[in-house]
């Protein structure tokens, strides 16, 4: 199993950014997926989880009306759109996948995870 995520970059306040993992040994319509951050000296964080059947979502309250969590079946990737961007942004991503079906905001939770990519918000 193997979770690919790409997409970071540097990018000024207000702009835009869209994270892909594109998944390979597992089928992401049948996972529930999420996005964590890791900004320097501080513990990962939940940013978003979606549902395997798509129906539920739940951001974390920062990100809450900026963020959008996805997935496309047909391409077995996930994305995280990133709208409004913020310095506090800033942050390693990753992306993981569950089995169980819970979505959580838990980082134990979650079996499968992506190497993380690189989100840098300059004021």
């Known amino acids: ?19 892909a993992c594109a998944a390979s040994g597992l089928t992401v319509s049948s996972y529930t997926i999420a996005w964590f951050r890791q900004a320097p000296g501080k513990e990962r964080e939940f940013v ?30 996930m994305y995280l759109q990133m709208d409004s961007l913020k310095p506090e942004d800033t942050a390693v991503y990753y992306c993981a996948a569950d089995y169980s079906g819970q979505c959580s905001n838990k980082p134990l939770i979650y079996d499968h995870w992506g190497q993380g990519t690189l989100v ?3 004021s």
């Not at 790409?6 to 950014?17: E, P, R, Y």
């Open 48 to 77: 978003a989880t979606i549902g395997w059947r798509g129906t539920t979502a739940d951001y974390a309250d920062s990100v809450k009306g900026r963020f959008t969590i996805s997935r496309d079946n047909a391409k077995n990737t």
């Open 1 to 19: 199993v193997q979770l690919q995520a790409s997409g970071g970059g540097l990018v000024q306040a207000g702009g835009s950014l869209r994270l």
């Open 120 to 122: 840098t918000v300059s």
